[in-house]
């Protein structure tokens, strides 16, 4: 199993474009044609972000605002009152129309009918929360804490954090939901506690009851992101602990293993980066500036041509846009993909961006 360290993993990204600390934006979804590189105009458009489909692209170091989006163009700063200081997974609590950005020891919740803070929690026991997920079933929100081997369950009806745990791996990260066998997934990127070897497993949870079903070991070790394609059931667990050789686990409704897929390439995938969208799913193509499509039958396509580093994505059921943050040496950019088609719009981002999630749910 490789040493590594988990940090230095999910952020060789940026370093290697050397672009400045990123930052949570906020992306609403509609149709614009502003081609080229450049500046994204500001406008006074008011968007309701529940009833339009939205995305939350971030975190950042050192900056405390989300940029809302619409379109290709910035409509309004929202200021988050609190200094985001670390990577993270935001959730969407589609219920409440809240988004949830975790930033130990703070959770910041987000009105996207408002586009305003609606609550800022604040606790001890948060202070390494990195990956959030709403769970339906239970209508409360999960935290990874990275700093140890648990997750921190918070109610979403009365936004305060439950006495209880729910036991994981070492240094949990990224969270999916499995609608159709109602489970939760999370990465668990370390082997011990140290955060000296990389891990090989995945926990599987109830969703209905918040109790450990079983812990899955994936092909490669540093497992990170993880999605599920609602159109073959199926779950997608992205590891890999070097940049030459990285793996994608396929897990079927009873969490047995039916394929591994294996991308290789001299430029580096990077196995954090997954999410799904129209039957397919899209795995990030990190420093070579790729997407990888995997079908529902999981064959494999690549879409190259984007001007720099791809991070993460977020995908729009609306207009069929998947929107791809790109990393360069002179700044940070979102593309769009539509289909297998790299359109001509560019959103440029004073403070760059990472995590993504849409409001679709």
């Known amino acids: ?51 339009h489909v939205c995305a939350y692209v971030g975190s950042c170091q050192d900056c405390e605002s989300i940029y809302v989006i619409y379109g290709t163009r910035i409509v309004k700063t929202i ?3 609190v200094l985001v ?5 935001e959730a969407w609590d589609y ?32 202070s390494c929360a990195e990956g959030a997920l709403y769970n339906p079933i239970r209508k ?36 999916a939901y499995n609608s159709a066998n109602r489970e939760i997934y999370v990465s668990n990127f370390n082997s011990d506690s140290s955060g000296g070897l990389c891990g090989n497993n995945v926990t599987a949870i109830s969703a209905s009851t918040d109790q450990v079903i079983k812990t899955i070991t994936v092909a490669l070790s540093c497992p990170e992101g993880i999605a599920f394609n609602p159109a073959n059931n ?34 580096g995938f990077t196995p954090g980066l997954l999410n799904s969208g129209n039957g397919k799913v899209f795995a990030h193509g990190g420093t070579e500036g790729s997407v990888y499509l995997i079908s529902s039958t999981n064959k ?20 069929g846009y998947e929107y791809m943050e790109v990393a360069t040496g002179t700044g940070n950019y979102i593309q769009i993909l539509s289909g297998t088609r790299i359109l001509p719009i560019n959103i440029s981002l004073t403070l ?10």
Not at 300 to 319: H, I, M, Q, R, W
Not at 352 to 359: D, P, V
């Open 1 to 51: 199993m490789a040493s590594s360290s988990r940090p230095n993993v999910r952020k060789s990204l940026f370093v290697i474009a050397s672009v400045v600390t990123v930052c949570v934006l906020f992306l609403a979804s509609s149709s614009n044609s502003a081609a080229g590189l450049g500046t994204s105009p500001s406008s006074n458009l008011v968007v309701n972000c529940q009833t």
């Open 95 to 126: 219920s409440s129309g809240l988004v949830v950005v975790p930033n130990g020891p703070y959770i910041i919740l987000v009105n996207a009918t408002t586009n305003s803070v609606f609550k800022i929690i604040k606790s001890k026991y948060l």
């Open 234 to 267: 199926e779950t997608y667990v992205a590891s890999g602990s070097s940049d030459a050789v990285s793996a994608i686990t396929v897990l079927n409704l009873k969490n047995e293993i039916i394929q591994t897929i294996h991308i290789r390439n001299k430029f």
């Open 140 to 175: 409360e929100v999960l935290l990874s804490n990275t700093c140890g081997s648990t997750l921190s369950v918070i109610n979403a009806t009365t936004w305060k954090l439950e006495p209880m745990n729910i036991k994981v791996g070492n240094t949990p990260l990224f969270l």
């Open 85 to 89: 200081n670390q990577d993270n997974q």
């Open 352 to 361: 760059g961006a990472q995590a993504i999630i849409t409001t679709a749910g």
């Open 79 to 81: 200021d988050l009152k």
């Open 300 to 319: 494999v396509s690549k879409v190259s041509g984007f001007f720099g580093l791809t991070g993460e994505g977020a995908y729009d059921p609306f207009n």
